[in-house]
């Protein structure tokens, strides 16, 4: 048992929602289970829809107490469960802690902790779908506030909490993210149409504040300037992406891209092995999981000046910062990029003082013990 442990296993409610989805937030959600799934000192209640009820089964393992059933009717019934009927349904089943892992907690009497991956259902609603936008950030504000603790991926993030509401910063802990496991495990799993080209890697959709936009203005000039430098990116479309989207199939029909959608771990892995350099303009990040990474598979990386990549970079080695609004700093960047040979084949290694997920869970069970403790001193 992991030291400082109580003797009695602890029962926490996850909402997941998002287990077993592509994207920063999915992947947080699903290393989160396994490693709460790992421990001997928890029992768990995880809320995720029925379609991954054997994906919670393997994750949450010998810990899986029982599996609470989210509505997949789409966003707004699902989160109206999550915030308005689910705190009944984790207080049946024994919870004496709630995690939200997106967005929400839910209006119960238990102790909640909320992950706040990012500030920009609040900030950048604007890019959001109708719903969430019109909807999230308020219902978003509401579970901040009513959480016990939130639980940020990096320092910039509780940055962005405290300059909305310097409340928010006095109950916020840092608890960065890990690499998963996964990732290092897989097999590699070759992109046909990239096997015999250098290409510049995106990981991450065309949302407007991942500013793939400034990388297809340039691309006919790296074109020019570095023959056969491919840009490959991997990831879904994301909101108020069609222009994007559309100027990006046409750079992939002339030639000069590949963008693959739904990519699974393998390819993902493949990519980072074999690219180039990576690239990561997006204006604003929560964490960055792309640049740890780059990193652990001994990539080269530019990335924008955003503080969250900064922050995940930590100075190391083989990471470039660039301003995200300046086209003319990738396009020379890129150039000499192209222009240095990759280091040797190595084994994955994540960099020096990065944490793991089970030190992740670490923290947030000392967490979880601290508020039940204070809910109920007999405990």
């Given amino acids: 048992m992991p030291a400082g442990d109580e003797s009695d296993p602890l029962r926490v409610g996850v909402i997941a929602d998002m287990l077993g989805h592509s994207g920063g937030i999915g992947r947080y959600t699903t290393e989160l289970v396994l490693a709460l799934g790992r421990r001997d000192d928890l029992r768990l209640i995880v809320a995720a829809p029925a379609s991954a009820s054997e994906l919670v089964q393997r994750l949450a393992a010998d810990n899986l107490e029982t599996q609470l059933l989210v509505p997949d009717r789409g966003q707004l019934p699902t989160a109206i469960w999550e915030r308005y009927a689910s705190g009944r349904q984790f207080e049946r089943a024994g919870a004496q802690i709630v995690h939200g892992t997106k967005h929400l907690v839910p209006r119960v009497d238990l102790p909640t902790v909320l992950t706040v991956h990012d500030v920009m259902t609040i900030t950048r609603a604007r890019e959001s779908g109708r719903a969430k936008r019109l909807l999230l950030p308020r219902q978003y504000r509401a579970s ?19 300059a909305l509401d310097p409340t ?3 109950k916020t802990v840092i608890a960065p993210n890990g690499l998963s496991r996964h990732l290092l495990d897989v097999p590699s799993e070759p992109v046909p149409e990239l096997a015999s080209t250098r290409f510049a890697l995106v990981v991450g959709d065309l949302a407007p504040r991942k500013n793939v936009g400034l990388l297809l203005d340039i691309w006919e000039r790296v074109d020019r300037e570095t023959p056969g430098m491919r840009l490959a990116v991997l990831g879904s479309p994301g909101p108020h992406s069609d222009e994007t989207a559309r100027r990006l199939l046409d750079l992939e029909a002339r030639g000069l891209a590949t963008w693959r959608r739904g990519a699974q771990d393998g390819m993902l892995r493949w990519c980072y092995e074999h690219a180039t350099v990576v690239l990561f303009p997006t ?3 929560g964490f960055g999981f792309p640049v740890l990474e780059a990193l652990t598979f001994h990539a080269p990386v530019l990335a924008s000046t955003d503080p969250a990549l900064i922050e995940v970079a930590a100075g190391l080695e083989g990471v470039t910062h660039l301003d995200p609004a300046d086209p003319d700093a990738w396009t020379a960047a890129i150039r000499r990029a192209a222009a ?3 280091a040797p084949e190595t084994e994955p290694r ?13 923290r947030l069970v000392a967490i979880y013990r601290d508020l039940v403790a204070g809910a109920n001193p007999s405990v």
């Fill in 144 to 162: 901040i506030n009513q959480a016990d603790r939130l639980i940020a991926a990096s320092a910039a993030t509780r940055d962005r909490l405290a």
């Fill in 283 to 285: 204006f604003e990040e």
């Fill in 168 to 170: 928010w910063d006095a």
């Fill in 340 to 342: 240095a040979p990759r």
């Fill in 350 to 362: 994540l960099p020096p003082g990065r944490w793991t997920w089970d030190e992740h869970v670490d």
